[in-house]
């Protein structure tokens, strides 16, 4: 079973920048769509970015241009650059498999990592 966490979240003002990582416990080469998910306060959890194990990135609407996705196989970790964060960027972000990953029926998700874009 893969574990995996997050971390880089933490409070930014609005235009400012992180850069999220996701370490894995296992390889993550045979996982061949990785993706950064969000959840807002009040809100369901959404899929922002994706890729694929060849390197081949896609974004949702609101993020497009502004986020980008990469990942290490070797070093078994996906990463997200946001820049020019917005106050509706704030949430609590996941990284998962796309589909997330299952274990014994009932979808797996780490603890997350808190971004908040405030001034």
């Known amino acids: 079973q893969v574990n995996l966490v997050e971390s880089g979240g933490g409070l930014v003002q609005p235009g400012g920048s992180l850069r999220l990582s996701c370490a894995a416990s296992?390889?993550?080469?045979?996982?061949?769509?990785m993706g950064w998910y969000r959840q807002a306060p009040g809100k369901q959890r959404e899929l922002v970015a994706t890729i694929t194990s060849g390197g081949r990135a896609n974004y949702k609407d609101p993020v497009k241009g502004r986020f980008s996705i990469s990942r290490d196989n070797a070093k078994n970790t996906v990463y997200l650059q946001m820049d020019s964060l917005k106050p509706e960027d704030t949430a609590v972000y996941y990284c998962?498999?796309?589909?997330?990953?299952?274990?014994?029926?009932?979808?797996?998700w780490g603890e997350g990592t808190l971004v908040t874009v405030s001034s």
């Open positions: 296992e390889s993550i080469s045979s996982i061949n769509v």
């Open positions: 998962n498999a796309e589909p997330p990953l299952t274990y014994y029926g009932l979808v797996y």
